[in-house]
């Protein structure tokens, strides 16, 4: 019986990177095609694929009420809210994938990036349209450690490829790589901290 690997994809990171590369939001497609990249790599020739964990959390719905003109936006039916939600669908369908969902919440409102650096050289009053819902994703990070600890302690593959830029996942990467299991991390060419690829065994 050939070994088993898995692959572990940061939803959020790698929507971040791909929007950046191809100068638009990624697809399902797009997010198929990375790990179809990863399963042909020669190192996993001789394996089979367990699964493919896709985590990452809902688009944010709900109404929300601006502090400043008192104008509501509505979440639910935003083009942003529309895409993701469809590229969750899709992804769900693919075979070999499994959706590992967080929770979204939104905890009131923000300075928009792109504000915030215009009221900086203009040195302008704030307006209503320089605030923006601001979105947190909750236990996703919590939901690859977990699957990480579990895989390993229940000896179901002999190898984890984790797509991510996240450093708080090396605790999880040092438990996996102490029960024997090969980390390989793919950080998509991006600028990540020096302790995850210290603490990967192969960066593809």
């Known amino acids: 019986m050939k070994p088993k690997f898995a692959v572990l994809v940061d939803g959020g990171f790698i929507a971040k990177v791909l929007k950046s590369k191809l100068n638009r939001l990624a697809t399902a497609d797009d997010v198929v095609a990375e790990c179809d990249r990863i399963v042909s790599h020669p190192d996993f020739v001789d394996h089979d694929l367990l699964r493919i964990y896709f985590y990452d959390a809902p688009p944010a719905s709900g109404v929300y ?20 939600s469809r590229l969750l669908d899709t992804l769900e369908l693919k ?94 060419s991006s600028n990540v901290r020096r302790e995850l690829t210290a603490h990967a065994d192969i960066i593809l």
């Open 65 to 84: 009420q601006n502090p400043l003109d008192k104008s509501q936006t509505n979440l639910g039916t935003s083009k942003i809210h529309s895409h993701y």
């Open 95 to 188: 075979p070999n994938f499994a959706l590992r969902l967080g929770e979204t919440m939104v905890r009131g409102w923000k300075m928009g990036d792109a504000a915030f650096k215009d009221m900086t050289e203009n040195q302008r009053p704030v307006v209503a349209k320089d605030l923006v819902p601001n979105i947190e994703q909750k236990g996703v990070d919590l939901r690859i450690g977990l699957d990480i600890a579990r895989l390993s302690l229940k000896d179901l593959v002999s190898a984890i490829v984790i797509i991510t830029g996240d450093s708080d996942l090396v605790p999880a990467f040092k438990f996996a790589r102490r029960e024997g299991v090969r980390i390989y991390l793919d950080h998509l």
